[in-house]
């Protein structure tokens, strides 16, 4: 038997969000809001996002020994998350700066801090961790050579998801193990580059199956999203909702994909109850707290 349902390895940031009226430019300084403090990180987001439905959830990150990072461990821990993989030390935690004017546009600056400490002999030394796990998830937030020690570690069994984000070209080595990879139009286009011919999500899909992962998932935000595989190419519908902030949306996706598919769920099911996931997600602000319960997705 596994003990967890999830293994995500990635990031955890603190974001640190101000309102403006305007962004400032060269020079410029703008008066904004009171300074708003979540915790965030695509891995950090995805692991809480999990474990909210129900899913035997542990993370594998690195935060520093300091305010941020024992904000982001709480957040861990309050929301059910394992955080004995969490290694804490080495650099600060990763912060993201971010300012938001009246129409929602935002502007970020990452610093990727003990993220970015994360290293291969980390993953070596989890190997219990990995073990343990079901299913194991992660993103472009960490070293890309830690992803590939990801990919190394997997044990027999356990199935492997990547959202590739930030986007940037992959090895065949990660593809190879993708089941699924899952990317939005701009992680598609990016990782495609030269090769994206076509207007249609069926045709990047096709594109990316071509250059090795077991299947692919792409998301279409409020119109669902289309699932990839040997068995041929499929749209998954999405419900209708008031948006209202789509932050974090699709970490939320992914985790929920992710955990649904360890349950033996075939992958247009399982991507099916992603987009109800990521649906839910979007009516309420922030990311981590916006995220549902399995009972709140069964009411949408």
Same mark, same amino acid.
């Given at each position: 038997?596994?003990?967890?349902?999830?293994?995500?390895?990635?990031?955890?940031?603190?974001?640190?969000?101000?309102?403006?009226?305007?962004?400032?430019?060269?020079?410029?300084?703008?008066?904004?809001?009171?300074?708003?403090?979540?915790?965030?990180?695509?891995?950090?987001?995805?692991?809480?996002?999990?474990?909210?439905?129900?899913?035997?959830?542990?993370?594998?990150?690195?935060?520093?020994?300091?305010?941020?990072?024992?904000?982001?461990?709480?957040?861990?821990?309050?929301?059910?998350?394992?955080?004995?993989?969490?290694?804490?030390?080495?650099?600060?935690?990763?912060?993201?700066?971010?300012?938001?004017?009246?129409? !929602?546009?935002? $502007?970020? *600056? @990452?610093?990727? /801090? &003990?993220? #970015?400490? =994360?290293?291969?002999?980390?993953?070596?030394? +989890?190997?219990?961790?990995?073990?343990?796990?079901?299913?194991?998830?992660?993103?472009?937030?960490?070293?890309?050579?830690?992803?590939?020690?990801?990919?190394?570690?997997?044990?027999?069994?356990?199935?492997?998801?990547?959202?590739?984000?930030?986007?940037?070209?992959?090895?065949?080595?990660?593809?190879?193990?993708?089941?699924?990879?899952?990317?939005?139009?701009?992680?598609?286009?990016?990782?495609?580059?030269?090769?994206?011919?076509?207007?249609?999500?069926?045709?990047?899909?096709?594109?990316?199956?071509?250059? !090795?992962?077991? $299947?692919? *998932? @792409?998301?279409? /935000? &409020?119109? #669902?999203? =289309?699932?990839?595989?040997?068995?041929?190419? +499929?749209?998954?519908?999405?419900?209708?909702?008031?948006?209202?902030?789509?932050?974090?949306?699709?970490?939320?996706?992914?985790?929920?994909?992710?955990?649904?598919?360890?349950?033996?769920?075939?992958?247009?099911?399982?991507?099916?109850?992603?987009?109800?996931?990521?649906?839910?997600?979007?009516?309420?602000?922030?990311?981590?707290?916006?995220?549902?319960?399995?009972?709140e997705v069964a009411a949408l």
């Amino acid at each position: 038997m596994y003990d967890y349902d999830l293994l995500v390895v990635g990031s955890a940031n603190a974001d640190l969000v101000i309102g403006v009226e305007r962004r400032p430019g060269p020079g410029e300084t703008v008066l904004g809001s009171d300074l708003a403090v979540h915790p965030g990180g695509k891995g950090g987001n995805q692991a809480v996002a999990a474990a909210r439905l129900g899913a035997r959830t542990a993370l594998l990150a690195r935060v520093g020994d300091d305010a941020y990072g024992r904000l982001l461990l709480d957040a861990q821990r309050a929301a059910g998350v394992d955080t004995v993989g969490v290694l804490v030390g080495g650099a600060p935690t990763g912060v993201a700066l971010i300012t938001v004017d009246p129409s !929602g546009d935002n $502007s970020i *600056v @990452v610093s990727p /801090g &003990a993220n #970015g400490r =994360l290293t291969p002999g980390d993953i070596r030394a +989890a190997g219990s961790l990995f073990h343990a796990s079901r299913v194991v998830s992660t993103q472009l937030e960490v070293p890309l050579e830690t992803v590939e020690e990801v990919v190394r570690n997997l044990p027999p069994g356990s199935r492997f998801v990547l959202n590739p984000s930030p986007p940037r070209p992959l090895p065949t080595e990660v593809l190879a193990a993708c089941d699924p990879l899952i990317v939005n139009e701009h992680e598609a286009k990016v990782l495609l580059g030269e090769s994206c011919v076509g207007d249609e999500p069926e045709d990047w899909a096709r594109l990316l199956l071509a250059k !090795g992962p077991r $299947s692919v *998932v @792409v998301t279409l /935000g &409020a119109a #669902g999203a =289309l699932v990839a595989s040997s068995e041929g190419v +499929a749209r998954v519908p999405s419900v209708k909702v008031d948006a209202v902030d789509t932050t974090g949306a699709g970490d939320a996706f992914t985790a929920a994909l992710a955990w649904r598919l360890g349950a033996g769920e075939p992958l247009a099911r399982a991507a099916a109850y992603a987009a109800r996931v990521g649906a839910a997600a979007v009516t309420r602000a922030g990311a981590q707290e916006s995220y549902p319960t399995a009972a709140e997705v069964a009411a949408l």
